[in-house]
Structures are given as structure tokens and as C-alpha cells.
T-cell receptor
Framework: LAKTTQPISMDSYEGQEVNITCSHN???????ITWYQQFPSQGPRFIIQ???TKVTNEVASLFIPADRKSSTLSLPRVSLSDTAVYYC??????????FGAGTRLAVHP | NAGVTQTPKFRVLKTGQSMTLLCAQD?????MYWYRQDPGMGLRLIHY???????AKGEVPDGYNVSRLKKQNFLLGLESAAPSQTSVYFC???????????????FGPGTRLTVL
């Protein structure tokens, strides 16, 4: 099973762009890369998923290089409400979701 | 739609007691999951189900049992609670997705369980 590595914590300020990089060296051919967000006392919430190149939605962008051994979640112009834990997962199906410790993002005024 | 709901929200047990956590979803999802989350850690998969009447073990299944008698409900049971099972339990569900489709899981609000 592919394991992911991401920074334990990051700090940013309101209005800045935040990039969180995740390493997944053992990703399998059929695995998708998925990011979830979790606020305190809540369940995780899906943010974005991709297989290769770039994916963008109304919340974030996901950049995946050709070798797929890493990915970068980009949050444009963060606000205080983006303070949360962000999890990077490789998703190969219902029995292969592995959540690491995630990245604790703190956004400051 | 209520999405994924969990009952109860909080519970305190004594060592050796038993209890059942109920998860319900109204999205007609095929897949359902139970996770536990310990302080400062990510979620770990306990058991999952790919459809009514089927269950399978996840990463940390010991000490837990599950049942999926109805498609919309997934029950997690603790037969003899231990302090090591003090945790926050999350239920999740998702639809059956093909290999070319994304696999967004929808999570419930969690159940905070303390075993004394």
C-alpha cells in the first residue's frame, strides 16, 4: 500500500497562496491522489482528487508531475477559515484509503 | 438530505461493557466504512462494507464487529470495551465508482467514546 509523506505543520497569513506538497513514492498505476480537509470536532471533507497533470475546482488546485511520485495541493488566497488539517491520500479503491497524520495549516491574521 | 449521521455523539463506558454505534446514510451509497481517530493522528480503517450483507476487515479490526443488514445502515459493535478503544469514531460512505471516477467519501460528525 502506498504511503504518503507530508509536512506536519505549516503557517500562513490571510490572502497568501498556500502550497502543501505530498510524497507518494510507491503509488500504483490505478491509484488516484485525493486530498481531504478536517476541522476540529468534524469528519474529514473531500477537497479534490486527481490522477495526473492539473486539476482545479472552486476550492483548490492539485498539481501532479508526470512520475506521480508527489503532488501539491494549492489553496489560493487563504482565509482564517482555512485553518484545518489537510490529508493527502492515495486512493486505489474502497480498502486502500490510508490517512497519515496530515498537515496542520494555521492561517494567521 | 441528512447525509451521514451517527448515533450517539458521545458515550462513556466502563471496561468490559458493550455498545453499538449506529451509522446511517440517505444517499443510497453502496460502500460504508468505520474509522477511528486518536489524538493528533489520522484516521485508521476498522471495518468496511461494499454492500448490504457484506463486511470486511480494515487496518485495525480487533475488538470490533460490524453488521450491514440494511443498505443505509452500518453498525459498529464493541463486545467488551477496553481503555485502548477510547477514540473518536467516524463513519463514511461513498457510491460505487468505476476506475475512471473519483471516490469521494462522505463522513459523519463522529462519536466520541471514552472507556474508563
Amino acid at each position: 500500500l502506498a504511503k504518503t509523506t507530508q509536512p506536519i505543520s505549516m503557517d500562513s497569513y490571510e490572502g497568501q497562496e498556500v502550497n502543501i506538497t505530498c510524497s507518494h513514492n510507491n503509488i500504483a498505476t490505478n491509484d488516484y491522489i485525493t486530498w481531504y480537509q478536517q476541522f476540529p470536532s468534524q469528519g474529514p471533507r473531500f477537497i479534490i482528487q486527481g490522477y495526473k497533470t492539473k486539476v482545479t475546482n472552486e476550492v483548490a488546485s492539485l498539481f501532479i508531475p508526470a512520475d506521480r511520485k508527489s503532488s501539491t495541493l494549492s489553496l489560493p488566497r487563504v482565509s482564517l477559515s482555512d485553518t484545518a488539517v489537510y490529508y493527502c491520500l492515495v486512493d486505489g479503491g474502497y480498502n486502500k484509503l490510508i490517512f497519515g497524520a496530515g498537515t496542520r495549516l494555521a492561517v494567521h491574521p | 438530505n441528512a447525509g451521514v449521521t451517527q448515533t450517539p455523539k458521545f458515550r462513556v463506558l466502563k471496561t468490559g461493557q458493550s455498545m453499538t454505534l449506529l451509522c446511517a446514510q440517505d444517499m443510497n451509497h453502496e460502500y460504508m466504512y468505520w474509522y477511528r481517530q486518536d489524538p493528533g493522528m489520522g484516521l485508521r480503517l476498522i471495518h468496511y462494507s461494499v454492500g448490504e450483507g457484506t463486511t470486511a476487515k480494515g487496518e485495525v479490526p480487533d475488538g470490533y464487529n460490524v453488521s450491514r443488514l440494511k443498505k443505509q445502515n452500518f453498525l459498529l459493535g464493541l463486545e467488551s470495551a477496553a481503555p485502548s478503544q477510547t477514540s473518536v469514531y467516524f463513519c463514511a460512505s461513498n457510491r460505487l465508482a468505476g476506475k475512471s471516477s473519483y471516490n469521494e467519501q462522505f463522513f459523519g460528525p463522529g462519536t466520541r467514546l471514552t472507556v474508563l
